[in-house]
């Protein structure tokens, strides 16, 4: 799957328009929206407005009578937290749907919430991990369908981060992009404005804190939340050892007596903690390099790679990656955001997207 470039490129300049300009306007009274299903985070891009939600793929719902009690943030705040007939859970595992309903009304949810004043279902651009398999295509398609979307497009995580990031994904040239989300890892060398080589690894930052709970269940006989391990990877998370040293005080249940327990933990004990999952990702961007064409690795020493995504932030990833691949690397400036950003430019070639069978929907009508 590729994305057509951007409208002021060589490529974008060859492909007619399918609309007159006031046609556009005519019928243009839903908003077209694009959406980062993350396994995380949820970000939804609408067109003209930018982004405009932000919440986490968190869904609550009460056992006894089946009906949702909360969505995103206010349902993460539940996580952990909730009496016996409350369930707060994650419709998302490794980047696609393990819940199909709760995906359904969350993001029905989330869709009206940004869309309460227009006057026709909208059309939407959902982002999908490079690996993805037609069974989970159909079930990202369906969910969007019956929450209320009137056309459903899909794009690769890769393709959207790299035009968040302000890569001109149209020219000729290798440019590698390493987006870390919640649930997978994807990296994919890019060029004419489609993907050449890619990997998916279901290896991002919900394994990360899965490493932080288990080191110190391991160290200090100790067991702390999800979203407590998500907190120490935030604040003092680290994968390379020239970082300065941070600490932290975490709280939680001694596996000995039941009692609460403290702990000081410093970001040299996260290196421990991470480096396995770290060692991970950087042998599924050794196996990508390994797979490209030489031209377009001689373009990368050059360019450099970029990370993206939430995970990218940990401290030290990027000067490990530099290390242990002898290319630059760079963070993207709003690395959260890029998929989302990028989704949004896209959706100003809806109708071209169309033409050229990103339309999903009708694949399997």
């Not at 490129?9 to 556009?24: F, K, Q």
């Not at 410093?266 to 903690?273: H, K, Q, R």
């Not at 490990?320 to 959706?347: H, M, N, Q």
């Amino acid at each position: 799957m590729s994305i057509i470039a951007p409208k002021n490129s060589a490529i974008m300049d060859t492909i007619p328009l399918v609309y007159e300009r006031n046609e556009h306007y005519l019928f243009n009274f839903s908003q077209d929206i694009g959406i980062d299903l993350g396994t995380a985070t949820v970000l939804v891009y609408v067109q003209g407005r930018g982004i405009v939600l932000r919440e986490p793929s968190v869904v609550a719902s009460d056992k006894t009578s089946g009906k949702m009690v909360a969505f995103g943030e206010e349902a993460r705040r539940m996580l952990g937290r909730t009496p016996g007939n409350i369930v707060a859970v994650r419709p998302l595992s490794d980047g696609v749907i393990s819940d199909y309903q709760m995906t359904e009304k969350m993001l029905k949810y989330f869709i009206r919430k940004v869309s309460k004043s227009l006057i026709f279902k909208p059309r939407i651009i959902i982002c999908v991990p490079s690996g993805v398999t037609e069974v989970e295509e159909r079930a990202v398609v369906d969910a969007a369908l019956q929450a209320g979307a009137r056309k459903v497009y899909l794009i690769e995580e890769p393709i959207a981060a790299a035009i968040g990031a302000g890569i001109d994904i149209a020219k000729p040239y290798g440019n590698m992009v390493v987006d870390i989300g919640g649930g997978t890892t994807d990296i994919a060398v890019i060029s004419l404005g489609g993907i050449v080589v890619s990997s998916s690894i279901k290896i991002a930052g919900d394994k990360f804190d899965e490493n932080i709970v288990k080191y110190i269940r391991r160290k200090y006989n100790m067991a702390i939340g999800d979203r407590t391990a998500e907190e120490i990877k935030v604040q003092i998370g680290c994968v390379f050892s020239h970082e300065e040293r941070r600490e932290m005080d975490v709280r939680g249940r001694s596996l000995v007596s039941g009692l609460p327990k403290n702990v000081m933990m410093t970001s040299n004990e996260t290196i421990d903690a991470l480096s396995e999952t770290a060692q991970s990702i950087i042998e599924a961007v050794h196996s990508v390099l390994e797979r490209t064409p030489p031209e377009l690795v001689g373009d990368i020493g050059t360019n450099g790679m970029i990370l993206t995504g939430g995970g990218s932030l940990i401290r030290g990833l990027d000067k490990l990656l530099e290390r242990e691949t002898g290319i630059k690397v760079r963070i993207a400036d709003d690395a959260v955001s890029c998929v989302a950003l990028g989704t949004g430019k896209a959706l100003e070639s809806m109708d071209i997207l169309d033409e050229y069978n990103y339309r999903m929907d009708r694949k399997w009508q």
